[in-house]
T-cell receptor
Framework: KAGVTQTPRYLIKTRGQQVTLSCSPI?????VSWYQQTPGQGLQFLFE???????NKGNFPGRFSGRQFSNSRSEMNVSTLELGDSALYLC??????????????FGPGTRLTVT | AQKITQTQPGMFVQEKEAVTLDCTYD???????LFWYKQPSSGEMIFLIY??????QNATEGRYSLNFQKARKSANLVISASQLGDSAMYFC????????????FGQGTELSVKP
């Protein structure tokens, strides 16, 4: 069974540009969550999608958005990039997004550098 | 507010010895899950072990075991027979079952295994 895949793995962008990151969950998993990891703030939850609907959202500005497709693949978009958006962006997939135990599996991450 | 605390920024252990990584959590919600992840320098988050708040027994997965003390709100990770490949960052995380897939992470512990 293939794991969680993220593309691209590395990205360099300039301030003011926008970027789209992609995440394909494990087959059969319907929940996809996104996290930002920086040395200063650690791992922070961005948002979660389940069955094409955003189920939960972290405390990030509206420049950060996402969506999920019918095949459970998810994309994350960051508009008007700032230097502080430089981070490792991780996505995680799980089988359920509701109540009850459910392990989450992470992809390899996309390392975004904003110059 | 929900919070995960890992008080050991860095730890050293001799190869083949056991090591305990500390994790305490704070929540008033009775239904939650606790996770440990390993993050090597490559960046990928590797799922290690899970403990549900209603589980009566401590979770074990190979060389990993979780010392769950609910009254003390602690969920320490025990790695037995440390190997050089265990050198990595280790994160404790919590998921409240009524908040979907959102994980709350601690700041992490960097484990170094000495030969």
């Amino acid at each position: 069974k293939a794991g969680v895949t993220q593309t691209p793995r590395y990205l360099i962008k300039t301030r003011g540009q926008q970027v789209t990151l992609s995440c394909s969950p494990i087959s059969g998993h319907r929940s996809v969550s996104w996290y930002q990891q920086t040395p200063g703030q650690g791992l922070q939850f961005l948002f979660e999608y389940f069955s094409e609907t955003q189920r939960n959202k972290g405390n990030f500005p509206g420049r950060f958005s996402g969506r999920q497709f019918s095949n459970s693949r998810s994309e994350m978009n960051v508009s008007t990039l700032e230097l502080g958006d430089s981070a490792l962006y991780l996505c995680a997939s799980s089988f359920v997004a509701g109540q009850g135990p459910s392990e989450q599996y992470f992809g390899p991450g996309t390392r975004l550098t904003v110059t | 507010a929900q919070k995960i605390t890992q008080t050991q920024p860095g730890m050293f252990v001799q190869e083949k010895e056991a090591v305990t990584l500390d994790c305490t959590y704070d929540t008033s919600d009775p239904s939650y899950g606790l996770f440990w992840y390993k993050q090597p320098s490559s960046g990928e988050m590797i799922f290690l072990i899970y403990q549900g708040s209603y589980d009566q027994q401590n979770a074990t997965e190979g060389r990993y075991s979780l010392n769950f003390q609910k009254a003390r709100k602690s969920a320490n990770l025990v790695i037995s027979a440390s190997q050089l490949g265990d050198s990595a960052m280790y994160f404790c995380a919590m998921r409240l079952y009524n908040q979907g897939g959102k994980l709350i992470f601690g700041q992490g512990t960097e484990l170094s295994v000495k030969p």
